[in-house]
């Protein structure tokens, strides 16, 4: 499993840095779990899979 600073790296590859930045001041203010869940209710699919792949891989 990579180390977060890597998960990091590819989700900003893969989302832009702009999702990856909203996404973990929200995990911030919140937690993984609490910000997934936001994100999916919100119709933010986006933002929910750079949480599953910084967080839960």
Same mark, same amino acid.
């Given at each position: 499993?990579?180390?977060?600073? @890597? *998960? !990091?790296? *590819?989700? !900003?590859? +893969?989302? =832009?840095?702009? !999702?990856?930045?909203?996404?973990?001041?929200?995990?911030?203010?919140?937690?993984?779990? =609490? @910000?997934?869940?936001?994100? #999916?209710? *919100?119709?933010?699919?986006?933002?929910? #899979?750079?949480? +599953?792949? !910084?967080?839960? +891989?």
């Amino acid at each position: 499993m990579p180390n977060k600073e @890597a *998960r !990091i790296t *590819r989700a !900003i590859e +893969e989302f =832009g840095s702009e !999702i990856v930045d909203f996404t973990l001041s929200v995990v911030y203010l919140a937690d993984p779990d =609490g @910000a997934w869940s936001l994100f #999916q209710e *919100r119709g933010m699919m986006d933002h929910a #899979q750079c949480v +599953e792949n !910084i967080y839960f +891989e």
